[in-house]
C-alpha cells in the first residue's frame, strides 16, 4: 500500500496488481504507513481485473478522447483508456459515492503498459468528487504564496493563469505553489489553500497549506485594473473553476453551496490586466491598501 496526504485526508493506494508509477508531482504527498496510523479521515482505492471492453455495447452517456461514461445494469461505469490500451481503467460512480473504499478495475491488457502515473490516476479517478463530500473543492487556478499567505489565479484556459502567477514570482518573490490546480476547505474555521498532486505543463506541484487571502477572477484587457463583482459573479466565477462531474446534480449542488461560502468569507475580485509589471502593481496596491479600508 502507498499512502497520500492531501488537504488533510489521506489517500491510500492498495495497488494489487496493477502499481502506478510515482512520479514528481505525486512525491510530495507520500506519507510512511506508521504516520497514518491513526488517521479519522481515509479514502481507499483498490485494485481488481475486469474486461472492460465487454461494457462497449451498454449506453453510451459521454464521450471524448480519454473516457467515456456508460449506463449498466449495475450502475453508471467511467472508463478511462491508457497509452494504446482502450478500455484500461474504470469505476462504477456508484462505488464513488458509496463510502471510504473504492474499487477500480483494470484491464487485464494494461499489464503489458506502461503503468499509469499517480498524477494521471488522482485526475481521474474521481478523487475531486471525494473530496467534495468532505466539503472541500478542486479550482482550477494557478497557486502562489506571498507573505505567508495564498493567492489564487483562476480563469479559463488560456487566459493567463500561469503567466500572472509568473510575473508575481519575477516581481514580488512569490513562491509559486501548483500552476493549475488547488484544494480549498476550512481548516480551524478559516479558508486555507492546499496543495493537490496534479498540475499543468511547469511540473510545479508542492504540498503547502496556507490561509488563503484572495481569488482573483483574471480577464485580459487594455489597461490593469482591479473590479469589485457581485455577490452572483463571483459565485459563478468560482463554480466555473471547480472541478466536477457535469452530470452530476448533487456535486453542482454542492459546488455552489461551498462557492458560496468562499465568496462570502474570502476576497473574490477581478484583474483585467495585461501581461506585464503593471498587472502586478496593480493588485498588489489594492490587495495591500483598499481591502483593509474597503472590505470588498
Same mark, same amino acid.
Request: charged share 25%; proline share 3%; with cysteine.
Given at each position: 500500500m502507498?499512502f497520500?496526504s492531501i488537504?488533510?485526508t489521506i489517500?491510500?493506494?492498495?495497488?494489487?496488481?496493477?502499481?502506478?508509477?510515482l512520479d514528481?508531482?505525486?512525491?510530495?504527498?507520500?506519507?510512511?504507513?506508521?504516520?497514518?496510523?491513526a488517521?479519522?479521515d481515509m479514502i481507499?482505492?483498490t485494485?481488481a481485473e475486469?474486461?472492460?471492453?465487454?461494457?462497449k455495447?451498454?449506453?453510451l452517456?459521454?464521450?471524448n478522447e480519454?473516457?467515456?461514461l456508460?449506463?449498466?445494469?449495475?450502475?453508471?461505469?467511467?472508463i478511462y483508456?491508457?497509452a494504446t490500451?482502450?478500455?484500461?481503467?474504470?469505476?462504477?460512480?456508484e462505488?464513488?459515492?458509496?463510502?471510504n473504499?473504492?474499487p477500480?478495475?483494470?484491464?487485464p491488457?494494461m +499489464?503489458e =503498459? &506502461?503503468?499509469i502515473?499517480?498524477?494521471?490516476?488522482?485526475?481521474? #479517478? @474521481?478523487?475531486h468528487?471525494k473530496?467534495?463530500?468532505?466539503?472541500a473543492?478542486v479550482?482550477?487556478a494557478s497557486y502562489?504564496?506571498?507573505?505567508?499567505?495564498?493567492?489564487?489565479?483562476t480563469?479559463?484556459?488560456?487566459t493567463?493563469?500561469?503567466?500572472?502567477?509568473?510575473?508575481?514570482?519575477?516581481?514580488?518573490?512569490?513562491e509559486?505553489?501548483n500552476?493549475?490546480?488547488?484544494l480549498?476547505r476550512k481548516?480551524?474555521?478559516?479558508w486555507?489553500?492546499?496543495?493537490y498532486?496534479?498540475?499543468?505543463s511547469?511540473?510545479?506541484?508542492?504540498n503547502?497549506?496556507?490561509p488563503?487571502q484572495?481569488?482573483?477572477?483574471?480577464e485580459?484587457?487594455?489597461?490593469?485594473r482591479?473590479c469589485?463583482l457581485?455577490?452572483a459573479?463571483?459565485?459563478?466565477?468560482?463554480?466555473?473553476?471547480?472541478?466536477?462531474?457535469?452530470?452530476? +446534480?448533487e =456535486? &453542482?449542488d454542492?459546488s455552489?453551496?461551498l462557492a458560496?461560502?468562499? #465568496? @462570502?468569507e474570502?476576497?473574490v475580485?477581478?484583474l483585467?490586466?495585461?501581461?506585464?509589471a503593471?498587472a502586478v502593481?496593480a493588485l498588489?496596491r489594492?490587495?495591500?491598501e483598499?481591502?483593509y479600508?474597503t472590505?470588498?
Open positions: 502507498t497520500y488537504g488533510d489517500i491510500c493506494w492498495n495497488k494489487g496488481n496493477f502499481p502506478l508509477e514528481e508531482n505525486t512525491l510530495p504527498f507520500v506519507v510512511r504507513e506508521q504516520d497514518v496510523s488517521a479519522e481507499c482505492y485494485s475486469v474486461q472492460l471492453g465487454q461494457y455495447e451498454q449506453r452517456l459521454q464521450i480519454t473516457y467515456e456508460y449506463e449498466t445494469e449495475r450502475g453508471h461505469l467511467m483508456h491508457w490500451c482502450r478500455f484500461a481503467y474504470g469505476f462504477w460512480l462505488d464513488l459515492k458509496a463510502g473504499e473504492v477500480c478495475y483494470f484491464n491488457k +499489464r =503498459e &506502461i503503468p502515473t499517480t498524477s494521471r490516476f488522482f485526475s481521474t #479517478a @474521481g478523487l468528487a473530496l467534495l463530500q468532505r466539503d473543492v479550482l482550477h502562489v504564496c506571498r507573505n505567508g499567505a495564498a493567492i489564487l489565479f480563469a479559463p484556459s488560456e493567463g493563469k500561469t503567466t500572472q502567477a509568473r510575473l508575481w514570482e519575477k516581481y514580488r518573490g512569490a509559486i505553489i500552476d493549475d490546480r488547488v480549498l481548516y480551524q474555521g478559516v486555507h489553500a492546499f496543495g498532486p496534479c498540475c499543468g511547469s511540473k510545479i506541484c508542492k503547502r497549506t496556507l488563503l484572495a481569488v482573483v477572477v483574471l485580459q484587457g487594455a489597461e490593469n482591479v469589485a457581485s455577490a459573479q463571483k459565485i459563478r466565477a468560482l463554480v466555473s473553476g471547480i472541478e466536477v462531474y457535469l452530470w452530476d +446534480r =456535486e &453542482i454542492r455552489f453551496c458560496g461560502q468562499i #465568496a @462570502g474570502v476576497p475580485i477581478k483585467v490586466c495585461r501581461p506585464d503593471g502593481a498588489d489594492y490587495l495591500e483598499e481591502w479600508a472590505g470588498i
